[in-house]
């Protein structure tokens, strides 16, 4: 029993916790120094190859999943429940407690005692009720020739340390939650094609979505100096062969679907161009993936087209040369400035057509079951800490009896924290009891 107490001991004790704490702290420190998830080849030219080896039989190339980085956080866990389990019964029992089970020489005792000299013909109720108004809590204890008002404010907030040891444990299973059942992978999507599956950034192993992704629109601008400004996909979540959402995704608004989110991360743009082309005659319209200088053809219409030049800027199209023949037409040869539309006189009739290169949207694919259990453990975290350290628990008692010199009744008082706020309003309600025991 002996040494299971000791064992108990340990684990419950403050200085396992600040030496985890720290530990956790400085290893931090460390992986963000030494750079994450590279080849041996990386760390060996730049820091050597005894030090890498010492990288790796260590796992410091991908410490926060290391065996050593687990245990350390998983001692703080043990550490926060036992500690938490040890210490909170006590804090429970003053929680609880009935707070007129006081003596008066206990509250002779008290950090912070007036006395107060009231008339013979005041009851208890009046002191009970300026205790109300100042909004106390408030219990009575009422005997042959005395009385004991008790009054208390903010007793919850001495569970503030325990919701933050919580929220702690809170953040640490959603993180885990989130590293088993979640993934993180990246996706390259070419204008008009889809996919249903991206790849681990960890294994670069593919990972099935269990649904369609479709690019239908990649739109991208420039800078004066070519630099790209701002894109945009228009993406398209097709299951069991039907769309489903379709939303327009910038950099820091992506796309959201079970649990899966779509970031805008990069581009890439091809040699091809993607036309679109709509016949008045019967709005029919239908988009194609054009090879540079070479003729595609609209079967059901029998048009004929195809890009025979384009003008760049950098590795961008900023406008193209086509060729336009609709069945035996005369043959239409224009410039198009990229993404614009134009109208070609075709026989008795318009075609219209809008040009531009063909890109493909690069993605962030991310899903995270356990984020929202880690930010319900931050909101906790700040919730325990500003009962910790903005909120105190403070009592107060009033005491009278027939028995007392001069009728004079004892207000005292005590609080866990912030003494300094509380003797001055003990100061205050020490007045308001006066000028209600003159009356």
């Given amino acids: 029993m002996k040494i299971l107490n000791q064992v108990w001991n340990f684990f419950a004790s403050v200085k396992l916790a600040l030496f985890t704490i720290c530990a956790i702290a400085i290893t931090s420190i460390i992986g963000t120094v030494i750079p994450q998830n590279n080849s041996f080849a990386f760390y060996a030219e730049r820091y050597g190859d005894n030090l890498a080896r010492f990288f790796f039989l260590f796992d410091f190339q991908e410490m926060y999943t290391s065996y050593w980085f687990l245990a350390l956080l998983g001692l703080l866990s043990v550490n926060l429940i036992i500690c938490s389990l040890d210490r909170f019964p006590a804090v429970w029992r003053q929680i609880v407690a009935d707070q007129t089970q006081v003596s008066g020489n206990k509250l002779e005792s008290m950090p912070f005692k007036s006395y107060v000299t009231s008339n013979p013909s005041q009851t208890e109720e009046l002191f009970s009720t300026i205790?109300?108004?100042?909004?106390?809590?408030?219990?009575?204890?009422?005997?042959?020739?005395?009385?004991?008002?008790?009054?208390?404010?903010?007793?919850?907030?001495?569970?503030?340390?325990?919701?933050?040891?919580?929220?702690?444990?809170?953040?640490?299973?959603?993180?885990?939650?989130?590293?088993?059942?979640?993934?993180?992978?990246?996706?390259?999507?070419?204008?008009?094609?889809?996919t249903s599956k991206i790849f681990s950034h960890d294994t670069q192993q593919p990972i099935e979505l269990g649904f369609d992704v479709r690019c239908d629109f990649f739109d991208i601008e420039f800078y004066d100096n070519g630099m790209p400004k701002e894109y945009t996909s228009r993406l398209v979540v097709i299951e069991d062969g039907k769309e489903v959402l379709e939303k327009e995704?910038?950099?820091?608004?992506?796309?959201?679907?079970?649990?899966?989110?779509?970031?805008?991360?990069?581009?890439?743009?091809?040699?091809?161009?993607?036309?679109?082309?709509?016949?008045?005659?019967?709005n029919s319209e239908r988009t194609f993936v054009v090879p540079y200088q070479q003729q595609t053809i609209w079967k059901e219409k029998n048009i004929r087209f195809g890009v025979i030049k384009a003008e760049v800027i950098r590795d961008r199209v900023v406008r193209s040369k086509v060729w336009l023949q609709a069945g035996d037409n005369t043959p239409a040869e224009f410039w198009i400035e990229s993404t614009a539309e134009t109208d070609v006189k075709q026989g008795d009739g318009n075609i219209s057509i809008s040009v531009k290169q063909m890109y493909a949207t690069g993605l962030q694919v991310a899903k995270d079951p356990g984020v929202w259990l880690v930010y319900l453990g931050f909101f906790l975290m700040m919730l325990g800490l500003y009962l910790a350290f903005f909120m105190s628990h403070q009592r107060i008692w009033v005491y009278g009896s027939t028995t007392a010199k001069n009728n004079d009744i004892i207000l005292a008082g005590t609080t866990n924290k912030n003494k300094i706020g509380f003797e001055k309003m003990f100061s205050q309600l020490t007045a308001t009891v006066e000028d209600a025991a003159k009356k």
């Fill in 131 to 194: 205790l109300k108004k100042e909004g106390w809590k408030t219990q009575l204890r009422k005997e042959k020739d005395s009385f004991l008002i008790a009054g208390q404010k903010g007793a919850w907030t001495r569970t503030g340390v325990y919701i933050v040891h919580a929220s702690i444990l809170i953040i640490f299973f959603g993180a885990t939650v989130g590293y088993f059942l979640g993934f993180k992978g990246s996706v390259m999507i070419p204008e008009t094609k889809q």
């Fill in 249 to 282: 995704i910038e950099v820091n608004k992506p796309l959201v679907y079970n649990g899966i989110t779509f970031y805008q991360a990069s581009y890439e743009g091809y040699r091809d161009f993607v036309i679109n082309i709509k016949d008045p005659t019967d």
